[in-house]
């Protein structure tokens, strides 16, 4: 059973928190006009969520493919698509608990589909619940399918071919950036290396540094372009990645 995670906003706060307590020591050796840096909190609860928005939607990806896989199997086995969901439903809470929300879906859309709603209704509101492309585009070709009286085996297969691909292609786009992210995370914390050094082993250094006008001057400088190259650092390893969720 997987543990649960903390949210976005729990985790966000926290890591403001830490940022700036340590920046807070490390730039201005605890002022108070540190204190403004907790104003920061909110971008960070910003960023976390829209990291937990991100991996919920591409591990949908993988467990909707998966769902679709099941519903197909139904179909070959020459049950009805309404059965094959129920099959499917009772399937992914095999595979993944009753806890992920692709199961409760599948359940929910079950429930449904036994109180008389139309699977295509059913695979609406789903799409309209989780917003996730994938899912959405299912729901579309789905309505287009009952209109025309297509085949959904073929609709079912185009779909999870699909997902293949775009799950592949982000798994290897994945592993080629990832150095480059490590990269830039080192570099990103190299100037809190040099503080932390001469703070612990050459306070007579940095002494200069804090409690005068230059000092804070200085130091609100040296973040300030710090923050800048790491706010497009990461702009551009997410326009990299593809990420606009």
């Given at each position: 059973m997987n543990k649960p995670a903390l949210s976005g906003k729990v985790t966000g706060i926290l890591a403001g928190a830490v940022f700036a307590l340590v920046t807070a020591w490390l730039f201005y050796d605890l002022e108070p006009i540190a204190l403004i840096l907790l104003g920061g909190i909110p971008f960070f609860v910003i960023g976390f969520e829209r990291k937990k928005r991100?991996?919920?939607?591409?591990?949908?990806d993988i467990q909707f493919k998966d769902a679709l896989q099941y519903l197909k199997n139904g179909l070959d086995a020459g049950y009805s698509a309404e059965h094959s969901l129920?099959?499917?439903?009772?399937?992914?809470?095999?595979?993944?608990?009753?806890?992920?929300?692709?199961?409760r879906e599948f359940g929910i859309m079950a429930g449904k589909l036994s109180a008389g709603m139309t699977m295509?209704?059913?695979f609406e509101e789903f799409a309209?619940?989780?917003?996730?492309?994938?899912?959405?585009?299912?729901?579309?070709l789905f309505k287009i399918l009952k209109r025309t009286g297509g085949n959904l085996n073929k609709v079912i297969r185009r779909t999870v071919s699909n997902l293949n691909d775009t799950i592949n292609l982000r798994r290897d786009l994945n592993v080629v950036i990832a150095a480059k992210r490590g990269e830039f995370m080192i570099m990103s914390a190299i100037p809190y290396g040099i503080l932390l050094y001469l703070k612990l082993l050459a306070p007579e250094m940095s002494a200069p540094l804090y409690h005068s006008t230059f000092g804070i001057s200085f130091m609100t400088g040296m973040l300030a372009g710090c923050l800048a190259c790491f706010v497009f650092g990461m702009k551009t390893i997410n326009r990299t990645l593809g990420l606009k969720v």
């Open positions: 991100i991996e919920t939607v591409q591990a949908m129920s099959d499917t439903a009772k399937g992914l809470e095999g595979l993944y608990g009753r806890k992920e929300i692709i199961t295509e209704q059913a309209d619940s989780v917003d996730a492309a994938a899912v959405r585009e299912f729901a579309d």
